[in-house]
């Protein structure tokens, strides 16, 4: 339960992060995190998250503030 609301508590971090500085820390952080926990099963919480809509909300968010 503690892994499911960290990782839940990381993509409400990138999805909603006060800024794009924060919200890039969560998805290092996320990373990091995948990466350690490679061949275990601490990487299927974040398979049953589907991050990928919060990383673009990220990207879009980047672009926005680089071109405006």
Not at 33 to 59: E, W
Request: hydrophobic share 45%.
């Amino acid at each position: 339960m503690v892994f499911t609301d960290f990782v839940a508590g990381l993509e409400g971090y990138i999805r909603n992060g006060r800024s794009v500085g924060i919200r890039r820390k969560a998805i290092q952080v996320a990373l990091g995190i995948a990466c350690g926990a490679f061949q275990t099963g601490l990487l299927s919480y974040f398979t049953h998250r589907d991050l990928f809509p919060a990383i673009m909300k990220v990207q879009i968010a980047t672009w926005c503030y680089e071109s405006g």
